[in-house]
Nanobody, 120 residues
Framework: VQLQASGGGEVQAGDSLKLSCAVSGRNLRSYRMGWFRQAPGKEREFVASISWFDSATYYADSVEGRFTISRDNAEKMVYLQMDSLKPEDTAVYYC??????????????WGRGTQVTVSS
């Protein structure tokens, strides 16, 4: 699996932004896709994930209700719709994938990050 994230930018607090992740590879139904982020001076943290098989989703508490992860099977794309953005959402966002059922701390494929900056 290879991943290519895009869509980052600079926005004002309260604005929306949509990140995209182009996915290449086979047998994607056995994978879970995720978005992570890393703010300056902080560790990379989980944001959201979605099953390629049944679209089951998980969200970090900090983004629940504001962010929506989705996928397009035909286009092999994963999206992260970010609404009501806050300055604390500022970070480099990474698209990631792993085999369903395995830990995000294990074998994970990472895409290049895309910068999201939210000003107050």
């Amino acid at each position: 699996v290879q991943l290519q994230a895009s869509g980052g930018g600079e926005v004002q607090a309260g604005d929306s932004l949509k990140l995209s992740c182009a996915v290449s590879g086979r047998n994607l139904r056995s994978y879970r896709m995720g978005w992570f982020r890393q703010a300056p001076g902080k560790e990379r943290e989980f944001v959201a994930s979605i099953s390629w098989f049944d679209s089951a989703t998980y969200y970090a508490d900090s983004v629940e209700g504001r962010f929506t992860i989705s996928r397009d099977n035909a286009e092999k794309m994963v999206y992260l719709q970010m609404d009501s953005l806050k300055p604390e959402d500022t970070a480099v966002y990474y698209c990631a994938s792993k085999e369903e059922g395995l830990s995000w701390k294990g074998r994970v494929t990472w895409g290049r990050g895309t910068q999201v900056t939210v000003s107050s």
